[in-house]
């Protein structure tokens, strides 16, 4: 069999590998699609080691199969079931997400538990639509974590695959007052298409564009703030950080599903003044995953339309080329099988 193996910056390579075996634990996938994740082009750009990918690793975690082997402890899972797996716990270590090898033709499942890091999808749900389930899911995370209610309002920076997921997520559940702030029109188109308000900020002040959208809070002191209960920042800009200290009104939350890379600076006098609060998400949890899954089986759900691109797993350099340099492409998916 063959799989893409990172061997630095701008280095990668579909090598030929040899093939899985399982324990009585485990189980072997067939995988099908594969998409190439944010994290997945930081390492390509700028090195792998501080998010876990390293030399030598065996690349892709937005994966989905078919299952061909399974061992003789494993129960609840067959041969031909179609599979989602959980790339945090594909390996045995969250350790490994990003090196659970999503972009090898078959791929080794440890200690394969149904509903943990292995979820059954349904016969009928092309693989074409199963393959965003777990940037699906990075973005309910983000919105679940901060305990949505049908009432509150939502801002969500960024358009990319995990912002209009989050935007997705919330509007599935219910929600109507959610808006997308991206600088990107083709993207907000897109976020619109899913039902979602759209602010480009490069265009529009965007205080007084949210204001406008959801009226105005208020601080400890009286002062007017921005009416926005939730947001969920999918970009890492320290400005909607710090602009969230300065406006957000009392008891406001920002969520933090972006890996921004600069250092934020504020005075904490007026988290508790406001009592605000900074919340982080780290990738999902197996109630996001099954939701994710729902989500994508619901044909008039737009969301699994962010796949821009499909490249056979031959052509992986060119699909990471792509993904890297064509902002217009949402989402690249490697046909690891075709």
Same mark, same amino acid.
């Given at each position: 069999m063959? =799989?893409?193996i990172y &061997?630095? +910056?701008h280095d +990668?390579?579909v090598?030929?590998?040899?093939m ?5 634990n485990? $189980?072997?996938i067939?995988?099908m699609?594969n998409?190439i994740?944010?994290?997945d ?6 090195g792998g080691d501080e998010?876990?990918?390293l030399? =030598? *690793?065996?690349l ?5 199969g +078919?299952?061909?082997k399974v =061992?003789?402890n494993?129960t609840?899972?067959q ?22 090898g *999503? ?5 080794? @499942? ?6 943990? &890091? ?10 074409d639509r199963?393959?965003v389930?777990?940037p699906?899911?990075?973005g309910?995370h #983000? ?7 049908t009432?509150q309002?939502f801002?969500i920076?960024?358009?990319g ?7 997705s =997520?919330?509007l599935r559940?219910?929600m ?9 029109d083709?993207r907000l188109a897109f976020?619109?298409?899913?039902g979602?308000?759209?602010? &480009?900020?490069?265009?529009?002040n965007?205080?007084a ?5 959801? #009226? ?5 002191? *009286?002062?007017e703030r @921005?009416?926005?209960?939730?947001? $969920?920042?999918?970009?890492?800009l320290?400005s ?7 406006q957000?009104?009392f008891?406001?939350k920002f ?10 600076t504020?005075?904490?006098q ?11 998400s780290a ?7 099954k939701?994710? $899954?729902?989500?994508?089986?619901q044909?008039d759900?737009h969301?699994?339309? $962010?796949v821009s691109?499909?490249y056979?797993?031959a052509e ?7 993904a890297?340099t064509d902002k217009?492409?949402?989402?690249v998916?490697?046909?690891?099988n075709?």
């Amino acid at each position: 069999m063959q =799989g893409v193996i990172y &061997n630095g +910056i701008h280095d +990668i390579a579909v090598k030929d590998l040899p093939m899985p075996h399982p324990t009585a634990n485990d $189980i072997v996938i067939k995988v099908m699609r594969n998409g190439i994740c944010g994290s997945d082009l930081h390492a390509y750009n700028l090195g792998g080691d501080e998010i876990g990918i390293l030399k =030598g *690793g065996a690349l892709g975690h937005e994966f989905v199969g +078919i299952v061909t082997k399974v =061992g003789a402890n494993v129960t609840g899972i067959q041969v031909d079931d179609h599979v989602f797996i959980n790339p945090s716990r594909a390996k045995g270590s969250t350790s490994q997400l990003a090196m659970a090898g *999503g972009l090898s033709q078959f791929n080794l @499942i440890q200690d394969a538990v149904l509903d943990q &890091n292995v979820f059954l999808l349904p016969q009928s749900l092309s693989f074409d639509r199963a393959v965003v389930i777990e940037p699906y899911a990075v973005g309910i995370h #983000g919105k679940n974590i901060a305990h949505p209610q049908t009432n509150q309002s939502f801002c969500i920076f960024g358009a990319g695959p995990v912002g209009l997921a989050s935007a997705s =997520g919330l509007l599935r559940q219910g929600m109507t007052r959610v808006v997308v702030v991206d600088i990107d029109d083709q993207r907000l188109a897109f976020a619109k298409k899913l039902g979602a308000n759209v602010i &480009n900020s490069a265009k529009t002040n965007l205080s007084a564009a949210l204001k406008k959208l959801f #009226g105005t809070g208020t601080g400890l002191m *009286g002062d007017e703030r @921005i009416g926005v209960d939730t947001y $969920i920042d999918c970009v890492g800009l320290p400005s909607f950080m710090t602009d969230f200290i300065d406006q957000a009104k009392f008891g406001a939350k920002f969520v933090v599903v972006a890996l921004g890379a600069k250092p934020v600076t504020f005075k904490p006098q007026f988290l508790a003044m406001n009592e605000i609060s900074l919340i982080g998400s780290a990738i999902y949890t197996a109630v996001d995953i099954k939701e994710a $899954i729902a989500n994508v089986t619901q044909t008039d759900n737009h969301f699994p339309e $962010i796949v821009s691109a499909h490249y056979p797993l031959a052509e992986s350099e060119a699909a990471f080329e792509r993904a890297n340099t064509d902002k217009t492409a949402l989402k690249v998916v490697i046909d690891v099988n075709a």
